[in-house]
């Protein structure tokens, strides 16, 4: 088997076409999250914290040097990431709770008996047609 044709069997098995999709998915639902926080969320919290704007929070280790750049620890950068991720990880719990919640349903749901065997039928039938005579 040639190893493009092992790739391209590997890459179009369902579960991979599938992780693919939820990460493209993901990665759009990352930047809306990010959007979000940026642009909606921490400008009233900075306004409410008295006018701070957190991507501009930052401590200086080094101040600049001629040509050499200031050394800054970004700070507000970092808070602004924090919510973005508690935000998605929020998201995420809630959709494996929707998920589980379902899964749950569905196997409270009585399952039919399982049928007899074919001895145990005929066995029956025998008994039945006996006690008949």
Known sequence: ???????????????????????????AFGKIV??????VL??????????????DLAMTLKEASGD???VTLNYGSFIQTVVDF????????????AMNSMKKKEA???????????DVVLLTEIRDLLKKD
Do not use: C, Q
């Not at 098995?13 to 939820?22: I, P």
């Not at 990010?34 to 642009?39: E, G, L, Q």
């Not at 409410?48 to 957190?54: E, H, I, K, M, R």
């Not at 998605?88 to 959709?95: P, S, T």
């Open 86 to 97: 508690i935000i998605i990880a929020f998201a995420i719990f809630m959709v494996v709770k």
């Open 34 to 39: 990010t959007s979000f926080v940026n642009d």
């Open 108 to 118: 409270e749901k009585p399952a039919e008996p399982p049928a007899a065997p074919a």
């Open 68 to 70: 050499v750049a200031a």
């Open 1 to 27: 088997m040639s190893m493009v044709k092992e790739f391209r069997d590997f890459a179009m098995r369902g579960n991979v076409v599938d992780m693919a999709v939820g990460i493209v998915i993901g990665a």
């Open 42 to 55: 921490m400008p009233p919290i900075g306004i409410a914290l008295g006018g701070v704007d957190f991507s």
